[in-house]
């Protein structure tokens, strides 16, 4: 039978994060966060993780032939209109990223540079540290650190605002500090653009910890980047959304809460 609609295509954002088998975080995370804004997820798995909801117990990168030959298939083939990163794994990795974006410079990048798990494990050396500042601040559209990652990447600094110019000054277009590990009533989330604070948002702090909560915000970002929103109107809408993930959270294991990406699917119904 044949059919004359035309459907027309989704957005698509390549997603360069490490594999989370619970489901929390990680790929499948962005995956979810991606698809509930309409867009289309494809994955480079960056290193593979040995983890439950309560901490990640190994890491193992992936190759970084395989990162560079799975992302060049994908941009060899389809129009990716941003590009979404997160857990690295190793320098080799960084490197193979770094090699991709250099050769894509007019594609969106959104880093959600991922340091420790929910439960403080450490997840990047000195060396990965040192890589994400020297090569992939330097061509980041918008970054996402909370206020520990922002402070060991720009570790001369003292406050949020002085990190968040030092992040700039590396080459970070955009800044958006959340505020999750501040002890604090509200979470405060600042955005910083041209090394001054173009916004701040106010958000109630949530009773748990969350398993994805980061992921779920830059896959959220990266998509409406995607969709052509200006990085002020995605970051409102990226918070507004992960805030409802995380309100409308489950329990599956013995540690964090996930969020519930797809709460707008209930909702409708």
């Known amino acids: ?21 619970t489901g ?31 901490d990640v ?40 990223v770094h090699t991709i974006l250099y050769d894509y410079q007019d594609i969106p990048v959104i880093f959600d540079p991922v ?13 990965i ?30 406050t949020p605002a002085a990190m968040a110019n030092g992040l700039l000054d590396r080459g970070c277009d955009h800044v958006l500090i959340t505020g999750t590990h501040d002890d604090n009533r509200h979470v405060v989330n600042r955005l910083y653009h041209n090394h001054r604070e173009i916004d701040h948002f106010e958000w109630p702090r949530l009773p748990h910890e969350y398993h994805g909560s980061g992921c779920t915000l830059a896959a959220t970002l990266s998509a409406l980047i995607a969709l052509g929103l200006d990085p002020l109107s995605a970051a409102r809408e990226a918070q ?20 519930n990406r797809l709460f707008w699917v209930e909702a409708e119904d």
């Open 24 to 54: 929390g975080a990680g790929i499948s995370a962005d995956i979810q966060a991606i698809s509930s804004q309409g867009c289309h997820a494809c994955s480079v798995i960056t290193c593979l993780t040995v983890q439950d909801s309560i």
């Open 129 to 158: 540290v040192e890589a994400m500042q020297n090569l992939l601040l330097p061509i980041t559209d918008i970054l996402t650190p909370n206020t520990m990652e922002a402070a060991a990447l720009v570790p001369e600094a003292d």
């Open 115 to 127: 340091l420790a798990s929910g439960a403080g494990t450490e997840l990047a050396d000195d060396d």
């Open 57 to 96: 117990s190994s890491l193992i990168p992936i190759g970084e032939d395989i990162v560079i030959q799975s992302a060049r298939a994908v941009l060899e083939d389809m129009p990716v209109a941003a590009f979404k990163l997160g857990l690295m794994g190793s320098v080799d990795v960084i490197e193979a």
């Open 1 to 21: 039978m044949d059919n004359d609609q035309t459907t027309t295509s989704p957005p698509v954002v390549l997603c360069f994060s490490g594999h989370d088998a």
């Open 240 to 259: 507004h959304f992960t805030w409802h993930s995380l309100d409308n959270a489950y329990r599956l294991g013995m540690g964090q809460l996930f969020p």
